[in-house]
């Protein structure tokens, strides 16, 4: 007994079908048989065809899923390093703040000696 996948393979190709069609078909087939038949082939057919364009449409879905990811990755990367630089950015300006702060109340408690 033929293989699931081969007998699909053989459905696909249309010279086959016209010759088993052709060799199955004698006088005593009647018209409602040959369109079950027919009808079969075509569903048979039509859902191969859905299938492949189902995967080709995942396939490429998955693809674009990754790219995106590896891209959501990378800008992730470039946002810590900016936070990173936002961060020795702001560290900086507390101490320049510190500092600053240092200097008013040295000057206050030298006015205030002096006065």
């Known amino acids: 007994m033929a293989q ?5 393979r053989e459905w696909s190709n249309e010279e086959y079908l016209r010759e088993f069609i052709a060799e199955a078909r004698t ?10 038949v027919a009808s079969s082939i075509h569903l048979a057919q039509s859902m191969a065809r ?23 990755g990378q800008e992730l990367s470039k946002a810590a390093v900016a936070a990173n630089q ?10 320049g703040l510190v ?14 000696i002096a006065a």
């Open 99 to 112: 500092l600053a702060t240092l200097a008013l109340a040295l000057t206050q408690i030298v006015r205030a």
């Open 86 to 95: 936002q961060a020795k950015g702001l560290k900086i300006a507390t101490w």
């Open 50 to 72: 859905s299938a492949d364009l189902m995967a080709t449409t995942l396939n490429g879905l998955g693809e674009e899923i990754r790219d995106a990811l590896a891209t959501h």
């Open 27 to 36: 006088q005593q087939t009647d018209d409602i048989s040959q369109a079950r």
């Open 4 to 8: 699931r996948s081969e007998i699909l």
